[in-house]
């Protein structure tokens, strides 16, 4: 066994171990972890420094899960666009295989509840994923997902890669993993070597915290970009354990500063039992407004709303930013806050200077 299995061997799952640990009542949690279950492995465990920090809401279960009337099981409708069960096929040139339902940690925000660590994916349903995209030549893109992809073995990881990287309308492969945060152990160098064979290859992580950003992940993302593979982030706004400007801005720097571009910051979905986590729309646009032009450009994220029944994603920027198109010019807000016009293209034989 990998050092990394070993780790993960050691994980808090079982709903007494995690009340004795973090003094919880048995009886509570017991209910929570029946309907969603609970993985916390010990390198994550060392994250939290106190109770109710923003490392400690992201996976200890809490009471208000089960209570949630706004919420349902699958907010994306993912069902409604699955041909075959190990398949999401929402975009006609993109689609995402399931691999597994296994995790290094179940973040209890997860928008798969309803799949992780609950619903087994087994290798005949990802053969039968991989046959439905060899079958569909629209589909040039291809994301792994789960669960999360990087918990399999690498023999298993790779049978996959390689079946895939096999079907000649397939271009770019693509990686959804919160491994690098969660379990950077896993990040191992066989790993990378394997990974690197199976170019175009991009790994998108997903990160919550700066407090994240430790010795061991920069390793662990410094090798995967090191084997070529462009990496990129994934932020879910959650209430009470980002949702404000200077801990985004602290952790999209810190991103880039380990060689991950900061790809998309997300408003939470309405998942079954997330409802207590989730923050306002005005709070991403505000967060959006307070990163706009005042850090590098390549560490603002686009701020998304994945549409509630499968309407798919869209990308919000604060309404103010464009105040006025009429046909002479645009009027704009810039993020000083200041007013700025910029002309319309004229028809020859109407120009003047502009000033
Ligand atoms: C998010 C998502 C994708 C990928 O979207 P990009 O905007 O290309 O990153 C593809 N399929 C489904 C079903 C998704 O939810
Ligand atoms: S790692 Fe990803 S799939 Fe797994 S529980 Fe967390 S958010 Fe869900």
Not at 161 to 176: A, N, S
Request: charge should be neutral.
């Amino acid at each position: 066994m990998e050092r990394w299995q070993h780790i993960l061997k050691k994980s808090l799952k079982e709903a007494d171990q995690i009340s004795t640990v973090f003094d919880l009542e048995n009886g509570k949690t017991d209910k929570v972890v029946a309907e969603y279950p609970a993985k916390i492995n010990p390198y994550f465990t060392a994250l939290i420094q106190k109770k109710d920090d923003p490392i400690y809401k992201q996976v200890v279960p809490d009471e208000r899960e089960i209570y949630d009337d706004v919420g349902v099981d699958d907010p994306l409708n993912e069902e409604g666009d699955s041909p075959v069960p190990s398949i999401v096929h929402r975009y006609e040139d993109r689609a995402l295989l399931m691999v597994t339902n296994q995790c290094a940690i179940y973040c209890r925000f997860c928008t798969r509840k309803r799949l992780a660590g609950k619903r087994p994916i087994s290798r005949k349903m990802v053969r039968r994923g991989i046959d439905y995209i060899r079958d569909h030549e629209e589909i040039k893109d291809v994301i792994l997902s789960g669960g999360d992809p990087l918990i399999l073995k690498d023999k298993v990881l790779e049978e996959i890669l390689e079946k895939v990287r096999d079907i000649p309308h397939i271009e770019i492969i693509r990686i959804g993993t919160r491994m690098p945060g969660a379990l950077p152990q896993r990040i191992t160098k066989n790993l990378c070597r394997m990974l690197k064979k199976y170019h175009p290859l991009y790994i998108n992580i997903n990160f919550i915290h700066p407090r994240e950003i430790t010795r061991e992940v920069t390793t662990a993302c410094n090798r995967l970009a090191d084997a070529g593979i462009p990496l990129g982030s994934q932020t879910v706004l959650l209430k009470g354990i980002n949702d404000d400007l200077e801990t985004i801005k602290e952790l999209m720097q810190k991103l880039i500063a380990i060689r991950v571009k900061p790809y998309y910051l997300y408003q939470a979905d309405l998942t079954r039992g997330t409802d207590h986590m989730r923050t306002s729309v005005e709070c991403g646009l505000d967060i959006l407004r307070g990163l706009q032009g005042h850090i590098s450009g390549f560490a603002i994220p686009k701020f998304i709303i994945d549409l509630p029944g499968g309407g798919g994603k869209i990308s919000l920027l604060p309404s103010d930013t464009v105040i006025e198109i009429n046909e002479v010019e645009v009027i704009v807000k810039n993020y000083e806050n200041k007013i700025y016009r910029y002309p319309q293209v004229t028809p020859i034989g109407n120009r003047e200077p502009w000033k």
